[in-house]
């Protein structure tokens, strides 16, 4: 038994700087478990198309119930294989992405195509698919609803991702992310605090001398 979910998904950018922002989209505030990214091969075909294969390396934690099936080095890294494809002609960028790692315990395969958007041509939609699959016995079902969440969660962080990326390429101000007004929020507060500590420190000092 195969999970299947499919998406659509609207980038206000042109064809051309979504294609020029997937290369450039690592790092972003919300790609803190993408390690590593290397290009294994990239060639231009006859028909000018531009085919890439990158290997990438993210963190991966699996849930409690389901590292006691893992080594203890792979319940906390993947390697996924991303295939690609940009047609300059038709203006599409199709892509494909799979797990190497734990790929018997579950399977995730993605497809996404980027195309211009035909109702505004300055804007790109993206049309997701995703396939999970996992073939351990008495967990399968488990194991493909937990990778479907999980999917369901990468999905909004990567547009996220996206967009960010695209508004620093356009010289906008990216959207602020929750945790940086977070930390930003939790500095002040230290920073008050240590004041505050400090105004006590001297009242007390100076009831000593009166």
């Given at each position: ?18 294609c ?13 478990h ?22 990438l ?29 940009v ?31 035909p ?22 079902r ?22 960010f ?10 959207s ?20 505050k ?8 000092q ?5």
């Amino acid at each position: 038994m195969v999970k299947y979910f499919n998406c659509a998904g609207l980038l206000k950018s042109s064809w051309d700087q979504v294609c020029i922002a997937f290369w450039e989209r690592y790092p972003n505030p919300y790609s803190n478990h993408v390690l590593t990214e290397d290009i294994v091969f990239r060639e231009v075909t006859p028909a000018n198309c531009l085919l890439s294969r990158r290997l990438l390396t993210k963190t991966s934690r699996a849930p409690r119930w389901m590292e006691r099936y893992l080594p203890a080095h792979m319940s906390s890294k993947a390697y996924i294989i991303e295939d690609s494809i940009v047609d300059p002609r038709t203006r599409t960028m199709t892509t494909l992405t799979w797990n190497l790692t734990h790929a018997r315990m579950m399977s995730v395969e993605e497809r996404c195509v980027y195309k211009v958007n035909p109702e505004n041509t300055s804007w790109t939609e993206i049309k997701r698919e995703a396939w999970i699959s996992s073939n351990l016995y008495g967990l399968s079902r488990a194991i493909q609803e937990f990778g479907l969440a999980r999917f369901k969660t990468s999905v909004t962080k990567t547009m996220k991702g996206f967009e960010f990326v695209l508004a620093k390429m356009q010289g906008e101000a990216p959207s602020r992310t929750l945790a940086e007004t977070a930390t930003e929020r939790a500095r002040e507060t230290a920073l008050a605090a240590k004041e505050k500590a400090k105004d006590l420190a001297s009242q007390a000092q100076k009831k000593q001398y009166v």
